[in-house]
């Protein structure tokens, strides 16, 4: 999708849509779920950087973290990260900044940008999984358990 942005085969509003439906299609399909552990969680990442991109018209990125020698283009007034859903706003234009882009994460030698959200999403998703995979084993030794009292 962003290749396609990137020729100017579809335009900037178009882009936005396209990208707050994706959006939206994940937190409702995350609804289905709200009741597991671990899911309210990402439900409020997703809600965090729809808030902040719906604000921005992109993900926000704090110019200091922006990876060295990134392509930037200028699109409606705005300096757009190629090949990212980013955007190097000045600081005084960015509404929610600190729901951007601002929190590094080093693995190595690569550095990774993420937001409040997308860290709130992490932390979910990790939670429900876990919780899957606990109540699985817990699962596992109840029934073990019921077998050899039924066999007993």
């Known amino acids: 999708m962003l290749r396609f942005f990137e020729r100017g085969a579809i335009d900037a ?7 707050m439906g994706t959006l939206a299609s994940a937190a409702a399909g995350l609804w289905c779920l709200r009741r597991q ?3 309210p969680l990402a439900i409020l990442g997703i809600s965090l950087n729809a808030l902040v991109i719906g604000a921005n018209g992109a993900m926000p990125i704090a110019p200091e973290l922006l990876p060295a020698g990134p392509t930037v283009e200028v699109i409606d ?4 990260v190629v090949g990212t859903k980013a ?3 000045p600081n005084a234009e960015t509404e929610l900044a600190w729901l951007g882009d601002v929190l590094p994460l080093r693995f190595g030698h690569r550095v990774f940008v993420l937001s409040v959200g997308d860290a709130f999403i992490a932390i979910g998703l990790a939670w429900f999984v876990m919780g899957l995979s606990i109540r699985t084993v817990a699962e596992l030794r109840f029934r073990r358990c019921n077998a050899t009292v039924r066999s007993g």
């Open 13 to 19: 509003v178009a882009y936005r849509i396209l990208l």
């Open 37 to 39: 552990s671990g899911i």
């Open 77 to 80: 007034g705005r300096s757009h």
């Open 87 to 89: 955007a190097q706003l």
